[in-house]
Every structure is written in structure tokens, then in C-alpha cells.
């Protein structure tokens, strides 16, 4: 009766408890407990693999070496991306920018000094990494990365043709269908990538009805056998060094650019972030190891990747992983069958990614009719550099440049110089608004009635920042032009960057010091 009631304990079977298992479960990736997303990853993966293959055979082409390298490479940068790259979902492998940087010296010096500068690459992309060049991301403009998506698109496109013309008529149709089995095919059931289906009923057509076309086996011999580890076959020595160090750093320097441009291209389209420094760390990791693996380097592949995440709906790095083990299983052990694989196949898929990829939007008359002149200059100027040269890195740098140049010529003429002068006529105030540097400041000069303004002068700041040194020259040139009047200038406003800056610099920039 008078007893304490018992103070209640959770059962560990109740509603409320947490199970040991349950707890584990909630640790494990999706991947790992969703069969939906190992289905989705796991053919994704495969519908890569299966595009990789004429991609890294053409590559090999471009670089002067075996297909089978071109091949080792993509299966290297893969799997090893895969584990320390910082962008989920995203395909690296051999890519023709990489190939065109490193084909002439593999004509002058052969394939060993290749190797080593692939090797060399790495490791500058390691060290890049950890300075932090991935942050410079942060100094590329919208229109810029608009324009790169469209060049892209482009360029994607371009390296079909090739593939329809001089060709048996019969490829068009097959082409045509590809395309149209990719665009209906989702209605029925998105179960199986559209891709997948395209590739295999277009194989099983070709092969059945015995058709002549061009196939993946006419572009090279698939390998046979694993690669091989070991060290690039040329002299340790300082000459070795200076070969090779030129062509390694602007390997390094695409393939980050490119990389890193294709992460944030897959952070748009998924709406999450990625660790672009350790992406940019992981791509030396991978072309390290492809080095030692005999292959030619590569970086992020932007076609294959849209394939991936905007095509088969990849979200993990188990697509990038099984990308490369199904590509290496697909040639050792599938090489027949996979050789039969007609490439109007897999133009239909690439063709299909080019126009997923194009900002349609970007060209709307609606869009143009907003966007600022310059704006579109920057995009269509991106987009030229990049077909013109076949080469996504300079036109993302040319676009940056010519974003630069624009922005600077826009802000200069925002800083304004307005006086007013008290009733006594004995001082006067300039009142500076706006943004000082360079590009502004040398107009600062000859805003100001050095020989009709009375004994004392104030230039007001306020509403003003100063950005760099050529800002503080300009307001000593001042000081400097009324002192040979006799009139004294005082300097107000300053916010604590500015007055830092000016403290630091003014009496100190004059010809002389």
C-alpha cells in the first residue's frame, strides 16, 4: 500500500530501444542496404564501363600508344579515384585533353619519359592540392561555367561525327533507333538504364541480322591480361627531369582544371558539396598509381560522368568503382562479345548526353533578352575558345580573363567624386564614393580643382574602400598636388582595411622610395 512506487526501465525489446543491428544499419551506406541504389550504381557502372571503351581506345590514338594503355589507364583512374577522390559519382579515366597535352613528347622521347611524366603529374597534382589550388573555383563566373557546360556539349557532339561519316548507310538507322529506344524506353520502366537497353538491342540486331557495320573491336585489340607494375624505362638524371617537368605541370594543371570543373558540374546537378581539395589531392593519387601501372594519365572524363549521374542516376562512388572493374572484366573476359558492340551504339548514347548536357535555358531568347551584354560575350567567348582549340582548359581561362577585364571596367566607373564647399569658402568637401583600385583610381587623379579650391581640402571616404597600392598612390599624387599650392589635405572616413592599407603604403610608393 505504502510502498515506493517502481521506477520503470525500457525493455531492450520495447518500441523505443535501439537494436545493436538496427543501430549498424543506420552506420552502412545506402548502397549497402537499399537494393534500388546497388542496382542503380551497379549498372550505371556498366552502361560507363561499356562508353569507356572507344573513348580510350580513340585517346590511346591521339597520344601515340597502344590501345590497351588507354585502356589500363581508365581502369586504374577509376577504381583508384573511386577510393580518394572528394566528388561521389564522378568518372575519371583517359581523356583526349590529357592525351594532347602528353602525345608530342611520347613523339620525341617515347613512351618511358610519357610514363615519368605522368608520374611527375601526379605528384604536382598532390602538392597543388594541399597548397590549395581548388579554391581558385571560387574566381570562375557563372557565365564562364555556362559556357564551359555548353562548349562541352559541343565538343561531345563533334566527336561523334566522325563516327557517321563514310560509314554503311545501315549505321543511321541504327543510330536513329539508339536514340529513340533512349528516349522512350524511360516510360516503360527506369528499372534499367535506357543506355544499357540501347547498346544491348542494337548488339543482338547487328550480330543477328548479320550486319556490317563498325564496331568496337574495328578501333583496336582489347587486352588480355591485367597490367603490370613497375618503373617508367628512362635515366634518373637531372636532364631526364627537365624533359619531362614542362609537359608534367600543364598535365597537371588540365587535368585539375578540368576535374575540378566537373565536380562542381555534378554539385549543381545533385544539389550537394564536394571536397574539391581532396579531389584534387586524389587525382595525383590515381595518376601515381596509373603511372606505375604503365598508363597515360587522365582526369575527371565529363561525358562518361553525365552518363553516370545524369543519365543513369549514380549517386555513389560504387559506379565509379565497378565503371572500372566491368571495363577491364568486359575486355579480358567478354573481349569477343564486346568487340561486336557497333559504335552507331554508343554515338546514340553520346549524342543523347551531348544534349542533356547543352543549357537549352542559357540560349533562350527569354535569358538573353536579361542577361547584360557582357555576360553573354563571356559565355560565347568560352565556348569559342573551347572549340576553337579542343581544349576545355583554355577556354574556361580565357573566359575567367575576359570575365575580369569586364568586371574591372564596370566597377571603375562606379567611383564618383561630389564636392561641397562650406559658406565661409574657406574649406572644401570631396566626398568619394565607390570601390578604389587600380582600374578607378587612375581616374581619382583629375576629380579635384587643385588651383580654385580654398586653403583646406577633406576628402571623405566613407562611403569609399581602398583596395590596392595603385589607390593609395593616386591619394598621395593628390595630397601632393594641392601641398605645391599651399593648401593642406586631411583624409577621413577610412574603414579599418583602408586606413591598414594606407597607413602601410602612403609616402612610401613615390619614384625613389
Not at 505504502?2 to 537494436?19: F, H, K
Not at 565556348?383 to 574591372?408: P, R
Not at 583600385?437 to 583646406?456: E, H, I, M, R, T
Request: contains cysteine; hydrophobic residues 55%.
Amino acid at each position: 500500500m505504502g510502498c515506493a512506487r517502481a521506477r520503470q526501465v525500457p525493455s531492450p525489446l520495447s518500441s523505443t530501444a535501439v537494436s545493436p543491428a538496427a543501430r549498424l544499419r543506420g552506420l552502412k551506406p545506402d548502397w549497402l542496404t537499399d537494393p534500388k541504389v546497388w542496382r542503380t550504381e551497379v549498372l550505371a557502372g556498366l552502361v560507363v564501363a561499356l562508353a569507356l571503351i572507344p573513348e580510350a581506345i580513340s585517346f590511346s590514338i591521339i597520344a601515340g600508344v597502344d590501345p590497351a594503355i588507354g585502356l589500363f589507364t581508365s581502369f586504374t583512374m577509376a577504381v583508384t579515384i573511386a577510393i580518394v577522390g572528394g566528388r561521389r559519382a564522378m568518372i575519371s579515366a583517359a581523356t583526349g585533353a590529357v592525351a594532347l597535352v602528353i602525345a608530342p613528347l611520347n613523339r620525341e622521347h617515347g613512351l618511358g619519359h610519357l610514363i615519368a611524366a605522368v608520374l611527375l603529374a601526379g605528384v604536382f597534382q598532390v602538392v597543388l592540392g594541399a597548397l590549395g589550388v581548388a579554391k581558385l573555383m571560387r574566381f570562375i563566373p557563372r557565365s564562364v561555367m555556362v559556357g564551359f557546360v555548353n562548349a562541352l556539349a559541343i565538343l561531345i557532339f563533334m566527336a561523334q561525327v566522325p563516327e557517321m561519316r563514310n560509314v554503311p548507310w545501315a549505321v543511321y538507322p541504327l543510330i536513329i533507333g539508339g536514340l529513340a529506344l533512349m528516349v522512350f524506353f524511360p516510360r516503360v520502366t527506369t528499372v534499367i538504364p535506357a543506355p544499357l537497353v540501347s547498346i544491348v538491342i542494337l548488339t543482338v540486331i547487328t550480330v543477328g541480322a548479320a550486319i556490317a557495320v563498325p564496331t568496337v573491336g574495328d578501333k583496336g585489340a582489347l587486352p588480355s591480361s591485367l597490367p603490370v607494375p613497375g618503373l617508367p624505362d628512362v635515366p634518373f638524371t637531372l636532364d631526364t627531369l627537365t624533359t619531362i617537368a614542362p609537359y608534367a605541370f600543364a598535365m597537371a594543371l588540365v587535368g585539375l582544371m578540368e576535374s575540378l570543373m566537373t565536380a562542381k558540374l555534378v554539385d549543381d546537378l545533385t544539389d550537394t558539396r564536394s571536397d574539391k581539395t581532396r579531389e584534387s589531392i586524389g587525382q595525383g593519387i590515381a595518376n601515381i598509381v596509373t603511372g606505375f601501372f604503365g598508363g597515360m594519365g587522365g582526369c575527371a572524363m565529363i561525358g562518361q560522368t553525365m552518363i553516370n549521374v545524369k543519365v543513369s542516376g549514380a549517386r555513389t562512388r560504387v559506379s565509379t568503382f565497378l565503371a572500372g572493374v566491368f571495363l577491364m572484366v568486359l575486355c579480358i573476359v567478354f573481349g569477343p562479345v564486346v568487340s561486336d558492340i557497333p559504335m552507331a551504339a554508343l554515338v546514340a548514347v553520346m549524342i543523347m548526353v551531348s544534349f542533356a548536357t547543352f543549357d537549352w535555358h542559357s540560349i533562350a531568347p527569354r535569358t538573353l533578352k536579361r542577361m547584360p551584354v557582357g555576360e553573354i560575350a563571356v559565355m560565347v567567348i568560352t565556348v569559342a575558345c573551347v572549340v576553337a582549340t579542343d581544349n576545355l582548359a583554355i577556354g574556361v581561362v580565357v573566359g575567367s580573363l575576359t570575365a575580369m577585364v569586364i568586371f574591372a571596367k564596370r566597377v571603375a566607373h562606379l567611383a564618383e567624386v561630389t564636392a561641397v564647399t562650406d559658406p565661409d569658402d574657406t574649406t572644401v568637401v570631396y566626398r568619394v564614393t565607390g570601390e578604389l583600385f587600380f582600374a578607378s583610381s587612375n581616374d581619382l587623379v583629375g576629380q579635384f580643382d587643385y588651383a580654385g579650391d580654398p586653403k583646406k581640402v577633406v576628402i571623405d571616404l566613407s562611403a569609399a574602400h581602398i583596395w590596392d597600392a595603385s589607390s593609395v598612390a593616386a591619394l598621395d599624387a593628390i595630397e601632393t598636388k594641392y601641398a605645391q599650392r599651399g593648401k593642406t589635405v586631411e583624409i577621413t572616413g577610412l574603414n579599418d582595411p583602408s586606413a591598414h592599407l594606407h597607413g602601410k603604403l602612403s609616402g612610401e610608393l613615390a619614384a625613389g622610395h
